[in-house]
Structures are given as structure tokens and as C-alpha cells.
């Protein structure tokens, strides 16, 4: 059965770094979402992008953020300058767009650390 | 802001039915009742959805009341697999590219 992967599953890095953070969606799947988990709170939406472009984002999604699919197969999100509050899961999720039901696949993510 | 209203937690009995309630009571006649479950810190899964008909599928039956404002998902068997936070989410199906809006969600704890 077809997944969405991600990696790394785990990313340690110091506050100010920059990192990047990368899914490879379901291979038929148009639409591509981010969302983001902090430890114990709930499961929180970051973006969503169709056609190399943002569809929608939240107030979470600010000028730090910034999101890519820098070819056919992966799609990436990019924090520039890592503060403590950002250590969370990142989950990245695809859907096909094309069914009744527009149902999200997500990924195992990948655990942020920031130090 | 999640739409729905979910019990913080669950017990069940291993091989009982577990029934989770969820009330959406400002649902729109557009708006599709949808449930994901995460299994501890996995990404969150796609069980099932609906809109006014009960469904089924092979992970689990949907009963939604007939004026749409609550809803309960049963898991025929449970098993100590089915251990996990169950979200219930409103949203329009047909709008590609929206957010799910996740709430607290009920943990429900399946036990031998």
C-alpha cells in the first residue's frame, strides 16, 4: 500500500540554525499539507499547497516558514531560524484531490528538537 | 476552533464494541463528519466518514443522528491495537486542500 514517507524522523538542532524537513508524498497525490504536533497539545494545521503554490496556511505559518516542491517526488518545509517553541512532531500529509472524500495520508513525521 | 465536543477519555474491554460519542451540534448541511485516529505520536489515520447515512467499512460503523448534531463511532472488536487518540472532525469533503482542524480528541484505552 502506497505511503507518505518522511525524513529524518528525528532532527536535533541549536536555536537560530536552520532546517528543512522532508516528506515524499503519496506518488498520484496533488495536494500537500504540513502540520505540526507539540508535545502533549493537539495536532495543529501549518499549510497546504496544490500547483506549486500555498492554498492555506494558519497564523502559526509565518515568515519563518516557507514550503517547496523542489521536484516531482519530495516536498519539503523549511524553518530559517529555529526558536525552542518550534521543537514538535512535523507531520506531513498528501490527498488526491480527486475523490469524494479527500481523505489525508500522513506521514510517521519527524521530531524536531531545538536546543 | 475544532466544531466537535469529545470525551477526554475511554475504557473498553478487550473484544467488546467501544462506542465513541462526538456531538457537532452547528454542523452545516455541507459539512461531512470525519474520524482519524493517532496511535502514540503516529501521524494521524483516516478511519471513516459520512453525512447523514450510517456507514461502514472494515475498521469501523458510523451512526449519525438524524438531525446531524451527534454522532458515535463503534469498533465492533476492540483490540489492545485500537489503543489510540479518536478524533471526530466536521469539514466540507468536496474542498480540496483544507485543513483538518483536530481537537482534543478521546484516548481510548483498550485493555486485556
Known amino acids: 500500500e502506497p505511503e507518505v514517507t518522511q525524513t529524518p524522523s528525528h532532527q536535533v538542532t541549536q536555536m537560530g540554525q536552520e532546517v528543512i524537513l522532508r516528506c515524499v508524498p503519496i506518488?498520484?497525490?496533488?495536494?500537500f499539507y504540513w502540520y505540526r504536533q507539540i508535545l502533549g497539545q493537539k495536532v495543529e494545521f501549518l499549510v497546504s499547497f496544490y500547483n506549486n503554490e500555498i492554498s492555506e496556511k494558519s497564523e502559526i505559518f509565518d515568515d519563518q516558514f516557507s514550503v517547496e516542491r523542489p521536484d516531482g517526488s519530495n516536498f519539503t518545509l523549511k524553518i530559517r531560524s529555529t526558536k525552542l517553541e518550534d521543537s514538535a512532531m512535523y507531520f506531513c500529509a498528501s490527498s488526491d484531490g480527486q475523490g469524494r472524500y479527500n481523505e489525508q495520508f500522513f506521514g510517521p513525521g519527524t521530531r524536531l528538537t531545538v536546543l | 476552533d475544532a466544531k466537535t465536543t469529545q470525551p477526554t477519555s475511554m475504557d473498553c474491554a478487550e473484544g467488546r464494541a467501544a462506542n465513541l460519542p462526538c456531538n457537532h451540534s452547528t454542523i452545516s448541511g455541507n459539512e461531512y463528519v470525519y474520524w482519524y485516529r493517532q496511535i502514540h505520536s503516529q501521524g494521524p489515520q483516516y478511519i471513516i466518514h459520512g453525512l447523514k447515512n450510517n456507514e461502514t467499512n472494515e475498521m469501523a460503523s458510523l451512526i449519525i443522528t438524524e438531525d446531524r448534531k451527534s454522532s458515535t463511532l463503534i469498533l465492533p472488536h476492540a483490540t489492545l491495537r485500537d489503543t489510540a487518540v479518536y478524533y471526530c472532525?466536521?469539514?466540507?469533503?468536496?474542498?480540496?486542500?483544507?485543513?483538518?482542524?483536530f481537537g482534543k480528541g478521546t484516548t481510548l484505552s483498550v485493555s486485556s
Open positions: 506518488s498520484n497525490h496533488l495536494y
Open positions: 472532525i466536521v469539514r466540507v469533503a468536496h474542498q480540496a486542500g483544507t485543513a483538518l482542524i
